[in-house]
């Protein structure tokens, strides 16, 4: 598919869209107007970046007041502009920026490392003072720590 940078009106108006990818919009720097009305959006958080998109672009969208959910249920018939960012609040970001894919897969197995050290070094005091404290109880009865 070819770019369509000079684009200035982009009608998807009644083409039963549950959802625009987040980022056309965006890729049409020279829109002016979009049409998209009379479609049974789906009011989940997918919607959010087109949400976002909307309340930046106001003035580039016609009819905005029949943008309307219509799944889920409950949301049925309700404007898509009513929103507002509290109603987004669940919804998550769940990807990873390259810096916290490089922090998690450092501070993981360092973790990981840490544990097993301090598992294995307080392991080793606990046997040495065992020991010790064996050493120190056959000091008082030698009879009863002699070897067979």
């Given at each position: ?5 000079g ?9 039963r869209l ?8 965006g ?7 979009l049409l998209?009305q ?14 976002r998109?909307?309340s930046?672009?106001?003035d580039?969208v ?8 219509r799944v889920p249920?409950?949301?049925?018939k309700?404007?898509?502009?009513a ?5 987004f609040?669940q ?6 920026s390259p810096?916290h894919?490089?922090?998690?897969f ?9 544990s ?7 392991g080793?005091?606990v046997v040495?003072?065992?020991s ?5 109880h056959?000091w008082?009865?030698?009879r009863?720590c002699?070897?067979?």
């Amino acid at each position: 598919s070819r770019p369509l940078p000079g684009l200035a009106t982009l009608s998807l108006a009644s083409n039963r869209l549950g959802q625009l990818e987040p980022g056309v919009p965006g890729a049409l720097p020279q829109l002016r107007e979009l049409l998209l009305q009379d479609n049974p959006w789906v009011c989940s958080c997918s919607i959010l970046p087109l949400w976002r998109w909307l309340s930046h672009n106001r003035d580039k969208v016609r009819e905005k007041s029949l943008l309307l959910c219509r799944v889920p249920e409950l949301l049925n018939k309700y404007p898509i502009m009513a929103f507002g960012d509290e109603s987004f609040r669940q919804c998550q970001d769940t990807s990873l920026s390259p810096k916290h894919y490089i922090a998690f897969f450092t501070i993981g197995p360092f973790s990981f490392l840490a544990s097993i050290f301090f598992c294995t070094f307080l392991g080793s005091l606990v046997v040495f003072y065992h020991s010790l404290r064996r050493e120190s109880h056959c000091w008082r009865r030698p009879r009863i720590c002699r070897v067979h």
